[in-house]
């Protein structure tokens, strides 16, 4: 015989809720996790929007605003003609392309040639180098290489000498290169 179920309670959730079959309440849990989440996502963008509003009408009340009046403009303070020319001088000295002008004198620079100073001058986009070599040929060949740096527009061979109280007897020579040849 088949078994019967008969239930005369009324029915209620709490009801449907114990009749619910085990296997389906991680669904059920599932799907009221969900459901919370969903409300409070819901509420936290109408606020959301109700802000924007209220900054929406913030802007339009604050363009339709009059403006201030404006304010007297401080007047300007003048700088001497020398101070000024002072300053600019100081700002170009201190943009010195330094970088590619040590990459330039060292690719020319051998064993043979020891530099003794450079003296850059922006202005004129010059570079005076000092150096000392052994002989003659030490001193043309280096020229040969300056002139061969695509960083240099001319190179030219300005002074040379030999240090007589030095007992080496060091040949030092000037050279001075003008520099933005390939910039």
Do not use: C
Request: net charge neutral; hydrophobic share 45%.
């Amino acid at each position: 015989m088949k078994r019967v179920h008969i239930d005369f309670a009324t029915p209620s959730l709490r009801r449907s809720l114990l009749r619910t079959p085990l296997r389906l309440l991680p669904f059920l849990f599932a799907v009221a996790v969900m459901g919370f989440t969903a409300v409070t996502q819901l509420a936290r963008y109408e606020e959301d929007q109700e802000q924007l509003e209220a900054l929406r009408a913030a802007l339009a009340a604050r363009s339709t605003a009059p403006r201030p009046l404006p304010v007297a403009a401080q007047p300007k303070l003048s700088v001497p003609e020398a101070q000024a020319q002072a300053v600019n001088d100081a700002v170009m000295q201190l943009n010195l392309p330094w970088r590619d002008l040590y990459d330039a004198v060292r690719a020319a620079t051998s064993a043979d040639v020891a530099l003794l100073a450079l003296e850059p001058d922006a202005k004129r986009r010059t570079l005076r180098i000092t150096a000392e070599t052994r002989n003659s040929d030490d001193m043309l060949a280096y020229v040969a290489r300056m002139q061969e740096q695509e960083w240099f527009g001319s190179v030219v061979l300005t002074r040379h000498e030999i240090a007589e109280q030095d007992p080496n007897r060091p040949l030092r020579f000037q050279v001075s290169a003008q520099w933005g040849g390939a910039q």
